[in-house]
């Protein structure tokens, strides 16, 4: 060794100060207080959508369910809740889904979430909520009509026919059945359902069974189809223009019982037959009113007051619109009146005069209308003992039958002559039976004998106040 390395000076040690403690990690504390949130979020998330727990709605237990699953469970559960029937010839099971049972779950659901969300724990392992559970009384009969046919008699609806023997309606008597109680299978399958029972047993028993269409329901249809007949045609007015034969309107209308109520339809075909000749029955000309006067023209008369007439027009539609009208038989009577709209032409009125001439020269009585002859008849005047008195003269009296004479001081007595019009004294115009000599003078008491015919025609065309000349 040298001696500059025995000068080498030595190297000097010292300890460095200590590093301060190392802070502890607390990862446990920064990881868990997420969870812990998130947590609590799903927590007060959840009570936000759920149902209060403990909440039953009839014997469905819904608490902590949606409304949506809610509904489902209280569906499901009255579908499958189930009802034992026994009866003599064992037991029958049906459910409520069989018997067509019911709830407006969906709104229920709504419902009870709406007052008991989860979040309200004042709402927690409330009462449990009622509900009306519906159920139709016809499917449940069906269904245990077809479950136990043993058990069931069906009743016989009344009935409405047309009998043509006696031209009217008849009723067949209904017929009660009889069946399992369907009120009773019923009132189980809710008490079941509400109690929170799947399943309940009952003893079976037979209740009378009421027919739809009861004997004085038909008694009712038939009376005012009878009523109908009696009445059915074509009106104009008040008037019945049309009559309607009671077989031919029956052929037209059948009776129905359609879901336990009975209906009437009417054959448009067949009315349409009838409505094709209304034309004929119904169209009329105009009547004119006629005024009769004497010769200086004095009012004498009306021969008639005058008619419009009518006519109906384009038929189209009446058919369909009476078929129609016929299917309300059942409940109105009016329903075989059928009121036609019809055009009306007006009448005119005209004035004539009349007058009568007998001429005891040519034996003849001549009728004149405005100074026209309307008609001239041989006559048979009285005889030379009782000669026809001669001048003008009026009709006062119209006497249809008389006997003539027939008095203690008579010379002579004729029962029942015919159509007499007095026009002097005890001389009158008169039909005569007792002899065929018109045209010959002296066969007469005084009167103008005259055949029946021509005696009427005057007793109806000459009112009273017509003048009468007699002369020769």
């Not at 010292?14 to 301060?20: G, H, Q, Y």
């Not at 209304?278 to 007051?305: C, H, M, R, S, Y």
Request: charged fraction near 15%.
């Amino acid at each position: 060794m040298s001696d500059e390395s025995a000068h080498t000076p030595e190297p000097e040690y010292a300890w460095a100060p200590a590093e301060p403690p190392r802070a502890r990690r607390r990862l446990g504390w920064w990881i868990g207080a997420p969870a812990v949130a998130l947590a609590v979020v799903a927590v007060v998330a959840a009570s936000l959508v759920l149902i209060a727990p403990g909440t039953a709605v009839a014997g469905v237990t819904v608490g902590g369910m949606t409304p949506g699953s809610a509904a489902a469970a209280i569906t499901q559960r009255l579908a499958e809740t189930t009802v034992d029937i026994t009866t003599s010839a064992g037991t029958v099971s049906v459910t409520g889904a069989d018997l067509g049972a019911t709830v407006n779950a969906t709104e229920i659901a709504s419902s009870v979430f709406e007052t008991r969300p989860a979040w309200n724990v004042t709402q927690w392992n409330g009462t449990p909520v009622a509900v009306n559970v519906t159920v139709d009384a016809a499917a449940v009969h069906k269904v245990l009509a077809a479950a136990a046919p043993d058990q069931n008699t069906e009743p016989t609806d009344a009935s409405v026919g047309f009998d043509s023997a006696s031209g009217a309606y008849t009723v067949t008597p209904a017929v009660a059945g009889s069946g399992l109680d369907a009120t009773a299978v019923t009132a189980a399958l809710v008490s079941a359902f509400t109690d929170g029972r799947s399943a309940t047993t009952i003893s079976g028993q037979r209740v009378p069974l009421s027919p739809a269409v009861t004997t004085d329901a038909a008694t009712a249809v038939a009376s005012n189809l009878n009523h109908v007949l009696s009445t059915a045609g074509f009106y104009v007015g008040e008037e019945r223009t049309v009559p309607l034969d009671a077989a031919t309107v029956a052929s037209w209308l059948t009776v129905s019982d359609a879901n336990g109520a009975l209906t009437v339809t009417a054959d448009r075909t067949g009315i349409q037959k009838a409505v094709d000749g209304l034309a004929a029955a119904v169209d009329t000309a105009p009547v004119n009113a006629k005024i009769i006067t004497d010769l200086q023209g004095k009012q004498l008369g009306t021969e008639n007051d005058g008619t419009n007439g009518r006519s109906i027009g384009d038929t189209t539609g009446i058919a369909a619109a009476f078929a129609s009208q016929l299917g309300s038989a059942t409940t109105s009577p009016d329903a075989g009146v059928y009121r036609l709209q019809v055009a009306e032409t007006a009448f005119q009125t005209e004035t004539v005069s009349r007058n009568i001439d007998v001429n005891l020269t040519t034996l003849t009585t001549t009728l004149y209308e405005n100074g026209q002859v309307v008609a001239s008849y041989p006559v048979s005047p009285g005889k030379p003992s009782t000669p026809t008195s001669t001048g003008n003269f009026r009709i006062y009296a119209h006497i249809a039958l008389q006997d003539m004479g027939c008095t203690a001081t008579s010379t002579y007595c004729t029962k029942n002559v015919p159509w007499v019009s007095y026009f002097n004294g005890d001389e009158a115009l008169h039909g005569a039976y007792w002899h065929n000599e018109f045209g010959i003078r002296g066969v007469s008491h005084g009167c103008v004998n005259m055949r029946i015919p021509d005696a009427k025609f005057v007793y109806t065309w000459a009112p009273i106040g017509t003048q009468v000349s007699v002369h020769y």
